[in-house]
């Protein structure tokens, strides 16, 4: 069996360290990309056949660089995102354009520039792009980071009908409330990490190996035929309104 390869955009911490550990154990070989590279050296360290790449996502140069060095990929994880909580009508220009350019433009251009090496090459490849429950139902007070996540999943499903034909599949996972990366100091208060534990269906609330594992799934045989979908891993909590609400 020939060895596959993964990139993971924004690996140094959080879901993009969860999944590349998860996919260092699968066999895989992992190139890590983030700016934190002391932090992606850590996570090398214990997967073993892992390069680190410093890059940031919203520059092509960096990309294109960062993708030459590690070779084309057989698999691309755009997971690197940031959000800057708050009022959307309190979000200054900057804010709200720096979300948008990680984000979805971030995630265009790595997917781009994989995209491109993969049709030029021949590579049945695969592109799982990152959105989240956000992209279902926006949240109060989460500025720009709902309509980037929305974006991303037209995105995916844009580039999947694009690509399908150069043996190229593209797909989203949206996570839930998952207790890693940005929302980790959220659930460090035990009042909201109980309250939102609660909410969830399944009564828990969600790791970064949930999500790592569906991007397993996606990528494995099981998943071939799967093309411009958004895998929703939540728990079951997009779906509970009604089940939050009093019934005579």
């Known amino acids: 069996m020939t060895e596959k390869s993964i990139l993971i955009t924004g690996a140094a911490s959080g879901i993009g360290a969860a999944i590349a550990s998860a996919c260092g154990n699968a066999g895989y070989r992992v190139g890590l990309l983030d700016l934190d590279t002391d932090s992606l050296e850590k996570i090398a360290s214990t997967i073993g056949n892992a390069v680190v790449l410093r890059a940031d996502v919203t520059i092509e140069e960096d990309v294109s660089n960062a993708i030459d060095l590690f070779g084309t990929p057989d698999t691309v994880v755009n997971n690197a995102g940031i959000v800057r909580f708050g009022p959307l009508i309190e979000q200054s220009v900057d804010d709200f354009t720096l ?11 790595v ?13 049945s490849g695969h592109i799982i792009n990152l ?4 992209s279902v139902t926006p949240g109060p007070g989460a500025g720009a980071y709902p309509a980037t996540k929305a974006g991303i999943k037209q995105l995916t499903r844009q580039l999947a009908i694009e690509l399908g034909n150069a043996h190229i599949r ?26 939102r534990s609660a909410a969830v269906p399944m009564g828990r609330l969600g790791t970064g190996d949930d999500i790592a594992q569906a991007v397993l799934y996606l990528d494995s045989d099981a998943g071939a035929y799967v093309n411009g979908h958004e895998l929703v891993v939540d728990g079951g909590v997009v779906h509970s309104l009604l089940g939050q609400l009093p019934r005579d």
Do not use: H, W
């Open 99 to 109: 979300t948008v350019k990680v984000n979805l433009i971030g995630s265009y251009i």
């Open 111 to 123: 997917a781009r520039e994989a995209a491109i090496r993969m049709k030029a090459q021949g590579i």
């Open 131 to 134: 959105s989240s429950i956000n």
């Open 170 to 195: 593209v797909n989203c996972i949206a996570p839930g409330f998952i207790d890693a990366g940005m929302s980790a100091p959220i659930y460090a208060d035990p009042a909201v990490r109980a309250k």
